[in-house]
């Protein structure tokens, strides 16, 4: 049987007063980062292939960024927002209204915070336009939200949820995913998954009184969940017609797939749309991993009932509209902008995709290479033909993982809930813009060596 986490050897044996995410193995230690490399304390240094979680964007290290930091820490580095706001903070809503199309934009230090920041943003709405029935919310199964109560609530990422199912309020509600390998039924056109999951949500509009439905909060694209999941051409129209008829807010989480992630900005510019989302969420990349930091970008149509109501939204945290982190942030745009790296982006995504199914598309063990810009997944299964998975004890796509490690390429894994919450396997590839072809192509060997090796050293898995 193979073994069931990643562990990672450490030269360092003295006891850890960090409460990891994991207590039962030592975590990498990382002692340097520069362009598309993490450098470890035992020597070692890794190509980062998606393991930061599709936060890095730029690389590791840029002196322009950093500078920048500096300056900002050496004139405001904090000033709370309840009074003060800073140049840093107004520049960076002034490039990213300009660049969504968005009126307002509102920063805090965190996806989940942002989500919890967008929940409260749709109710106050409600509040304000006279509509205080407005309280139920519906999000999509194998959806992530973020970790905090209310967005965990909102997203169903089952295992992450089970332990506190108890705490969650009643009314967030689910639909099916527009997850075409996996639900588009055998000879059922694009058009007609659309209309059956826009005639699903609109049932459960009806099921829970039209009225009373407060917002429709979708992954652009899916990220960790069920592994870089593009929607099909229309479902996102359709969804938000059926939100624009019934008058509840459409949202659209960027968090992990946005800021350039899918070869342009904003990852609903390829969805067909003619405006934006009423509410736009942005993490991650937003700041590269330089600082924490996540924004909420507010739609003309939202900002102007609160400017025309009561002036205020009751939300707030401490380091709200964070000068550094602001900063850190319109520096990682800046440059984005001077080095094309959005387009560069594209351009290597396509270059991706080509080599990941060039090498893996025929594998029997590959059920699935999707994706769009630098934001692909690969996802595993035992049978090919019937897209049989591997029992949920197997864990295979974390093994991979741990092979690509000690081959120097660090990947992102999902495993036990790609299908359904519980079962299923995928990996994810979302390295920095400035990834080179080289580098694409050692990457994808590096995974398919893996995969090899991994197959060929365990019999029950073939």
Not at 379 to 403: G, L
């Amino acid at each position: 049987m193979i073994s069931a986490s990643i562990t990672a050897s450490s030269t360092n044996t003295e006891f850890s007063h960090v409460f990891h995410r994991r207590l039962d193995r030592e975590p990498l230690h990382a002692v340097r980062a520069e362009g598309n490399y993490i450098y470890l304390k035992d020597g070692r240094k890794l190509l980062d292939g998606g393991v930061s979680a599709a936060v890095t964007s730029i690389g590791y290290g840029d002196q322009r960024v950093i500078a920048g930091i500096v300056d900002q820490l050496q004139t405001v580095a904090f000033a709370h927002s309840g009074t003060f706001t800073s140049m840093a903070a107004e520049e960076l809503a002034d490039e990213l209204t300009k660049d969504s199309g968005m009126k307002m934009a509102l920063f805090v230090s965190g996806g989940s915070e942002a989500v919890e920041s967008a929940i409260k943003l749709v109710r106050q709405y409600h509040l304000e336009t006279m509509q205080p029935q407005r309280v139920n919310f519906i999000a999509r199964q194998q959806s992530y939200h973020g970790n905090s109560l209310g967005a965990l609530s909102l997203g169903n990422h089952k295992s992450r949820r089970a332990p506190f199912l108890p705490l969650f309020p009643v009314n967030f509600y689910h639909v099916s995913p527009c997850f075409a390998y996996r639900y588009k039924l055998t000879n059922e056109s694009d058009e007609a998954y659309v209309k059956r999951l826009g005639d699903e949500l609109e049932a459960k509009f009806q099921e829970l009184n039209p009225n009373t439905v407060a917002a429709v909060f979708a992954e652009t694209i899916v990220g960790a969940t069920s592994g870089c999941t593009p929607a099909v051409s229309g479902y996102f129209k359709t969804m938000r017609e059926v939100c624009d008829r019934h008058g509840a807010l459409f949202v659209l989480d960027e968090i992990m797939c946005g800021m350039g992630r899918t070869g342009k900005m904003h990852a609903w510019q390829w969805e067909g749309l003619t405006s934006p989302p009423d509410i736009q969420l942005n993490g991650k990349g937003l700041a590269g991993g330089y600082a924490p930091l996540a924004a909420v970008l507010i739609s003309d149509k939202v900002a102007n009932v609160f400017f025309n109501g009561s002036r205020a939204f009751i939300n707030g945290y401490t380091y709200q509209l964070h000068a550094v982190g602001c900063r850190a942030a319109l520096e990682v745009l800046k440059v984005m902008k001077d080095e094309s790296l959005v387009e560069q982006c594209n351009q290597r995504g396509l270059f991706l995709e080509k080599t990941l199914k060039m090498q893996l598309d025929d594998h029997p063990h590959v059920g699935d290479i999707r994706g769009r810009g630098l934001f692909w997944s690969v996802e595993f299964v035992k049978n090919k033909q019937t897209k049989e998975m591997y029992p949920s004890n197997v864990s295979f796509v974390d093994t991979i993982a741990k092979e690509c490690i000690l081959r120097g390429v660090a990947l992102y894994p999902g495993s036990k809930g790609t299908f359904d919450g519980t079962t299923g396997d995928h990996i994810v590839i979302a390295p920095p813009f400035t990834i080179t072809e080289q580098e694409i192509i050692l990457l994808v060997d590096t995974l398919k060596g893996s995969i090899d090796i991994v197959l060929n050293s365990a019999s029950e898995l073939s």
